[in-house]
């Protein structure tokens, strides 16, 4: 029967043929299938005479085997390609770079405030705190600012509407007004820690938000600033000296800082002094330690005995010396940011460029990691 083996010719050639895995499935159900081809042509055995049997078995059954075998090999193939195929567009060079990830950054002011606490807490000071609303008494009145005086003014004081009592609250100016809480609360306690034996000193550093009604490249309504206060028996400006020049050369890592104190005027120091520090400006940076000018850092002086009053303290017995640092102002001084109002305006892309890794240590001398 010629017409069996044209049967597996022409299947062979479209099995060949078959691009893809579901042209070739519907040849083998057309060949193999329960209705196929070669299914009917097997169904005709059975009708057969043993003898017609004898001859046409092998040859149908040889049919069948060879479209089993040929879908089969088909099969493969077109597997293999496929799977190469696949491999090929989804090759993964694994030396390529890992695509970008965006990562946070920690924020110049808050890598400046750690370094800044690192320094102070191995000097032995402690962190304190306050509010940022603040009322008119120890923002300014215990702060030795008279009452109706310009320095209320001076301060371009953001005041809140007149509350029930009719009392204005203001968003606090500096940090100093946690002088006062801290010494209020030094004197509730202090007979209780005399009785102890445990007396002062009062070793307290105050990072917080300060606000004033001002903007320019070097002003922000919102700023930052570190209140330090010491207060203990026979405190002076030697100490309040040492102190301030111990924290600069570690804070710039410079053992080097040649420091000056200028007389100056604040209501709640007396003395009262700006330290500048000797720097170099000559080239697009600044650098402390060097060089022919001086940068002012940070406004001090003796704790005024009329705060110290006002807080309860006895000024004969009880000194101390105070300090306020703006925090932006000395990482634009030591990271080189030109403009204040940059570090407040939220541009992503400024933060990366300045911002800090959230895993480096602080950049300070102390050995902190
Ligand atoms: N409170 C001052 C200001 O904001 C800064 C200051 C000066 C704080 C001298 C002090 C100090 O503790 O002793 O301008």
Redesign the pocket.
Known sequence: MTDISQLQTDLEGRIAAAADLGALEAIRVEALGKTGTVSELLKTLGRMTPDERKVEGPRINGLRDAVAAAVAARKGALETAELDAKLASERVDLSLPPPPQRRGRVHPTMQVLDEMIAVFADMGFALAEGPDIEDDFHNFTALNFPPKHPAREMHDTFWLPEDEKGERKVLR????PV?IRTMQRLNEKLPAWIANGQEPPIRVIVPGR?YRSDSDATHTPMFH?M???VIDRAIHMGHLKWTLDQFIARFFETPAVESRFRPHH?P??EP?AEMDVRCDRSGGDVKIGQGDDWMEVV???MVHPNVLRNCGLDPDVWQG????FGIDRLGMLKYGMPDLRDMFASDVRWLEHYGFSAFQAPNTSTGLS
């Open positions: 100016t500096h940090t100093s002088q300060t600033q209140e330090g206060l604040f709640f120091t009262s406004g001090c002086g010396f105070a300090f306020g």
